[in-house]
């Protein structure tokens, strides 16, 4: 099995994270600023804590609620999803 480097990782994050959005809320982030913040989208609590969970499901990443607003904030910063290393 191969290892995702960081370099390689970062614009399959951003791939991932974004089909995921796709599916879930129908917005396609590529027509939108990556500035702008999840909750400025309209994406509620609700809705982001199903975002955790489907990221936990499919990806294997375990994000927080609290992750997605304080830490992430939006599409952009998706690439910090990932754990470090490999």
């Known amino acids: 099995m191969s290892q995702v480097t960081t370099s390689e990782r970062s614009p ?3 791939a991932a994270v974004k089909s995921i959005l796709l599916e879930l809320s129908g917005f396609n982030l590529d027509e939108l600023d990556k500035s702008v913040t999840f ?3 309209g994406f509620d609590s609700l809705f982001l804590i199903q975002f955790s969970q489907v990221l936990k499901k499919k990806l294997n990443l375990k ?3 609290r992750q997605l607003i304080e830490e992430i904030g939006n599409s952009a910063g998706s690439s910090t999803m990932w754990p470090k290393g490999g």
């Open 12 to 14: 399959r994050a951003e």
């Open 39 to 41: 909750l400025e989208l």
């Open 63 to 65: 994000v927080s609620f």
